[in-house]
């Protein structure tokens, strides 16, 4: 299907500068548009996400790192862009960026500067007048398909991200110790978002941020949290083999959003890629067994791969279950003290319907 850019209307507030782009996807389909970000050809896997706020913890999240984001919701730019202390990483992590409306005129009292400014300082192509409706339904039925934003010289080649290791571009290079509280913890950088140090922090932890293939087995603590990441969880060889040999004690670990795929092929367990993943601020998800809490929750999800459940051993449970693909939403081991879920108990965007989670972790260590 194509998006034609002559019945596009210039809305008071758009940019009068119109620098025609276009997005071009595997199968051939073609996307115009006009530019209001980095002048410069990208390619990337083309996703969807479904939030109608947060665009500015998204674009940070760096498990959309290697992919062009698509949001749904129309209308976007209209609150600016905060200080950086409330970004979820120290730069935007997506590749590209394809909505439908942009405003260029933006209102928020913590709004610094503008969304195409943002854009401009990090180097990140967008666009917008493009028929997001579209294009996200093309996703659904294809599946997440991979493209490229062109502006004046093409790319030749499509390039999948997740043939790489995405997880050893984002993840911290250093360790880093914060807090002061006498529990200490191991919290391994997939690609994490900040939120997640924040709650453990608001919890009077002491936290050790490792990389991601960072060998911690010999040093002291009392529990382990394995982030959330971008790309294909098997990747991530070295993660995988310290969490193995960690399974053979007895320590408190909890797993979120890749760090569950990690936790389940540490296990034994396979994981597999979704057609289209999750990403939305929305999604909701059932407790199977009633621990602390019960019933139904709302939560905040952005992730492509999930645990195939045929594989997953004799020794775990599943914890939650999507209740819109019945995927599985977490895992929890019969005996120990390890658990982990799909979603972001973190949220950054989205409810903090499950924010519990990390006082439950509290509660084990």
């Given at each position: ?335 120990q003290r390890w658990f982990s879920v799909q979603f972001h108990p973190e949220s950054s965007p989205g409810p903090k319907d499950t924010e519990w989670l990390f006082d439950k972790f509290v509660e084990t260590l």
């Amino acid at each position: 299907m194509l998006n034609d850019t002559s019945s596009v209307i210039h809305l008071e507030g758009m940019p009068k500068r119109r620098i025609k782009h276009k997005l071009v996807l595997r199968d051939g389909t073609v996307f115009n548009g006009f530019s209001f970000g980095f002048p410069a050809s990208v390619y990337g896997e083309v996703v969807f996400q479904t939030g109608m706020v947060g665009y500015v913890e998204s674009l940070t999240d760096p498990s959309y790192a290697g992919q062009i984001l698509v949001p749904t919701y129309p209308l976007i730019g209209n609150y600016g862009v905060p200080d950086a202390s409330l970004f979820e990483s120290d730069k935007i992590r997506v590749r590209g960026l394809v909505v439908s409306e942009y405003s260029e005129k933006f209102s928020h009292a913590q709004a610094k500067k503008s969304l195409a400014d943002w854009l401009l300082e990090n180097k990140v192509p967008a666009i917008y007048g493009v028929d997001t409706r579209a294009l996200t339904k093309k996703l659904r039925e294809k599946g997440v398909m991979l493209g490229k934003i062109i502006i004046g010289k093409n790319i030749k080649d499509f390039y999948d991200p997740n043939k790489k290791n995405l997880v050893a571009d984002v993840s911290c290079k250093n360790g880093s110790i914060h807090g002061n509280g006498k529990t200490k913890i191991i919290l391994i950088d997939c690609g994490m978002k900040n939120n997640i140090l924040r709650c453990l922090l608001d919890r009077g932890l002491t936290v050790k941020r490792v990389p991601w293939d960072y060998n911690f087995l010999n040093e002291k603590f009392d529990g382990v949290v394995i982030s959330n990441g971008p790309g294909d969880p098997t990747k991530c060889a070295a993660t995988i083999s310290n969490i193995r040999k960690l399974m053979e004690r007895s320590v408190p670990i909890l797993g979120i959003c890749l760090g569950t795929q990690i936790l389940a092929l540490a296990a034994g367990a396979k994981t597999y890629k979704l057609k289209y993943g999750h990403r939305s601020q929305n999604q909701p998800v059932m407790q199977l067994n009633k621990v602390n809490k019960g019933g139904c929750f709302i939560t905040s999800q952005n992730h492509g791969y999930a645990i195939d459940e045929k594989s997953l051993p004799r020794d775990w449970r599943v914890w939650f279950r999507n209740l819109n693909d019945n995927t599985i939403e977490g895992i929890i081991h019969k005996r120990q003290r390890w658990f982990s879920v799909q979603f972001h108990p973190e949220s950054s965007p989205g409810p903090k319907d499950t924010e519990w989670l990390f006082d439950k972790f509290v509660e084990t260590l």
